[in-house]
């Protein structure tokens, strides 16, 4: 019995330690976006990777980047109200509401939206699989 509780904390412990850790990869790539860091947005994207935007358009890693290369919008403010963890194993779904605060071609815009960020752990590193935008 005390083996089995053992191990069931020891999981809840490293289930934490991976949210924090998954925590630390958001806001590294958070800032990325902002700051417009192609060279770290081209490591932490697979190649397979993908994203959908609040529309429903599906970009690939090369036209998110090229997007980014064009530094037509600057985030002013990025709040996040509300995150979600799920991680289990090597993978993790993180949940965001997001208030945005950017200029698009020198005009101010405010976002309001819901992202689902989905990463895997690849060689010991995590890596973002996936991004799924909702506008609410």
Same mark, same amino acid.
């Given at each position: 019995m005390f083996e089995k509780k053992f191990f069931k904390m020891q999981a809840i412990e490293n289930t934490k330690g991976k949210e924090i850790e998954i925590g630390e =990869?958001?806001?590294? @790539? $958070? $800032?990325? =976006?902002?700051? /417009?860091?192609?060279?770290? !947005?081209? /490591?932490f994207y697979p190649d397979d990777f993908s994203s959908v935007n609040g529309c429903g358009i599906t970009k690939n890693k090369s036209e998110v980047l090229t997007r980014l290369a064009f530094k037509d919008i600057v985030y !002013?403010? @990025?709040?996040? /109200?509300? =995150?979600?963890?799920d991680v289990w194993e090597e993978n993790a779904i993180l949940k965001s509401r997001q208030s945005l605060d950017v200029e698009l071609y020198g005009l101010p815009l405010k976002i309001n939206r819901e992202i689902i960020l989905t990463f895997e752990? @690849? /060689?010991? $590193? @995590?890596?973002?699989k996936n991004i799924k935008e909702t506008n609410f």
């Open positions: =990869v958001y806001s590294n @790539w $958070k $800032k990325a =976006v902002m700051t /417009n860091d192609i060279q770290f !947005l081209q /490591n !002013l403010c @990025w709040t996040d /109200n509300e =995150v979600i963890f752990q @690849w /060689n010991s $590193k @995590w890596i973002l």
